[in-house]
């Protein structure tokens, strides 16, 4: 998609980044040449008029000391010495390149060296020109007023000053500007380059081929994104295989209570199946409904939880009351067994957790012990000084170790197990508290799950 970006009044389109990079060197170049331009062109007026205010100062204070040494009392008479005074200020303004009009004191003008002023009025004019700098001085002698003189110059040196530097900069523009034009193409191939290399391999990404790593030689950002985008195939692929094994195995985990119980089904519906093993038939197929509703059900916490679509509901409560309720629901299978359960229980620690995720959780793990314990089963539960540990054990013959590290991966599963969900979203239910959960086999050669819930 091209965008236009706004400049000069002009929409000019922006394709390549190497167009961008020149478009924002002639805009910091143009603002420079802009900021430069008002401040020196204010700089230098402030000091020409500096300057200009000294010679005129110098030159009034010789013309005072002048009138004074040629001892003139009054500018309406004494000819012979006003003839030398004049001569004296002329030498004076054209030695200090300034103009001067000199006065009686009938506001008569005696000597003047601009043109440009014919009367009186004229000279008023000048006062009030922004484009001169003048000064006045009253002629005294004996307490009385004699006459005045103005002295003033143009500010055409600060007009010539201004198109000196205007001229210059302009051409200071230009050069630069030629010289961000090469710069621009010079780097062009090294900018555009990588990101082109990564455009081209975004677009010949596939999900379902392992994707070679892009190497893009760029000790910048460019070489970061890259390596980022590297991160992101891969934990991608990942992805997209793990996606692919769940489905094939919970398809095969679907497959086997399914056939089972339409084989039986189908066995009674035709008479296969006698009369008195009907019931037997039937218990089997409640049997695999109920376990085909709870890989199903696991399944989908499973899918919220990967989709952070699972929500929580958080309470202050005893964490005693979970394992009691989870042992109270296995009585019976606890009995039948003949198993012996040993209870090592803090009552008095209380937890924020919640309640039927980890009773899920929990469940998992006793259903799991109850499975392949011989005849004894532990629960002890006590607090750390961040922690509250649980720890279930029983007294099996441990985990194989083929499998131990990764029990708790999805349909992973010992002898006998069922679907290899349970303890995978035991493990993700724990997570979401915060916790951790790990397993390990005892010198007796049982099982010994250990959840750890921060307080």
């Known amino acids: 998609m091209l965008k236009y970006q706004r400049f000069g009044g002009m929409d000019i389109k922006l394709k390549k980044i190497n167009h961008k990079i020149l478009l924002s060197y002639l805009i910091v170049l143009l603002i420079t040449f802009v900021i430069v331009f008002v401040s020196f062109s204010q700089i230098m007026k402030v000091y020409i008029e500096k300057e200009i205010r000294e010679d005129l100062n110098l ?159 760029s000790n910048d950002e460019i070489g970061d994104l890259a390596e980022s985008f590297n991160e992101m195939i891969n934990k991608l692929y990942a992805y997209s295989n793990k996606n692919k094994k769940f489905f094939q195995n919970a398809s095969h985990e679907l497959k086997s209570p399914l056939m089972s119980i339409q084989g039986y089904a189908e066995a009674i519906k035709e008479g296969i199946v006698k009369e008195d093993e009907v019931e037997k038939s039937l218990d089997i197929i409640i049997d695999e409904s109920k376990n085909l509703k709870e890989l199903v059900n696991s399944m989908i916490m499973l899918t919220k939880f990967d989709d952070s679509k699972e929500e929580f509901e958080f309470e202050e409560r005893l964490i005693f009351s979970v394992i009691e309720d989870v042992l109270n629901r296995y009585k019976l299978l606890i009995s039948e067994k003949n198993i012996k359960i040993e209870t090592k229980i803090d009552k008095e620690i209380f937890l924020k957790y919640d309640y039927k995720k980890l009773y899920t959780a929990i469940s998992n793990i006793i259903s799991n012990s109850l499975r392949y314990t011989k005849n004894l089963i532990s629960v002890e539960i006590y607090k750390t000084e961040s922690n509250v540990i649980i720890e279930i054990t029983d007294n099996g013959d441990g985990i194989d170790k083929e499998i131990i590290d990764h029990i708790f991966d999805r349909f992973v599963k010992g002898k006998n197990g069922k679907s290899g969900i349970g303890l995978s979203l035991t493990k993700t239910i724990v997570e979401a508290h915060n916790g951790s959960l790990n397993v390990e086999n005892t010198e007796n050669m049982g099982a010994k799950f250990t959840i750890k819930l921060p307080i």
């Open 59 to 217: 030159t009034a204070t010789k013309i005072l000391n002048d009138i004074k040494l040629s001892g003139i009392e009054d500018f309406n008479s004494t000819r012979v010495n006003k003839i030398r005074l004049v001569k004296e200020i002329r030498l004076i303004g054209k030695y200090f390149d300034s103009n001067i009009v000199l006065l009686n004191n009938r506001r008569r003008i005696i000597y003047k060296d601009d043109e440009l002023i014919e009367k009186i009025s004229d000279l008023i004019n000048i006062y009030e020109d922004k484009n001169i700098i003048f000064i006045r001085r009253e002629i005294m002698s004996d307490g009385k007023e004699i006459g005045s003189f103005v002295v003033y110059s143009y500010l055409n040196d600060i007009k010539i000053v201004k198109k000196a530097i205007n001229k210059n900069l302009m051409v200071s523009f230009l050069f630069s500007s030629l010289i961000a034009i090469v710069f621009s193409n010079l780097f062009k191939k090294k900018i555009s380059k990588p990101l082109i290399d990564l455009r081209d391999n975004i677009k010949k990404y596939d999900f379902n081929n392992k994707n070679e790593k892009i190497e893009i030689k």
